[in-house]
């Protein structure tokens, strides 16, 4: 079992910036893709940002450009998001894949973006 606790969400204006965390605990040495997704208001959750154990990363087309995805180590992943738009409000939610094809979830992190 993998636990995964968000932290850095908040409210800011648009073409502000936001930071946010993941801590990973548990089996941490299973994972082998760490990443972020976002769930707006009334709509599904889509996949922000994920990063291979190797360092490659996948990111959105909305995003790229302005959201940055970095990991320190094998428990922490950072998404550092500049020029944050209205459209980027929702929670976010990180996630850790494992080679025995568990996928775990964060809590959620809510991040409004005001006009």
């Known amino acids: 079992q993998v636990q995964l606790v968000e932290s850095g969400g908040g409210l800011v204006q648009a073409g502000g910036s936001l930071r946010l965390s993941c801590v990973a605990s548990g089996n941490i040495f299973r994972i082998n893709v760490m990443g972020w997704y976002r769930q707006p208001p009334g709509k599904q959750r889509e996949l922000v940002v994920a990063?291979?154990?190797?360092?490659?990363t996948n990111y959105a087309e909305s995003v790229k450009g302005r959201f940055t995805i970095s990991r320190d180590n094998a428990k922490t992943v950072y998404l550092q998001m500049n020029s944050l738009k209205p459209e980027d409000t929702a929670v976010y939610y990180c996630n850790a894949k494992d080679w025995a094809q568990g996928n775990y979830w964060g809590q959620g992190t809510q991040v409004t973006v005001s006009s």
């Open positions: 990063i291979t154990t190797s360092g490659s």
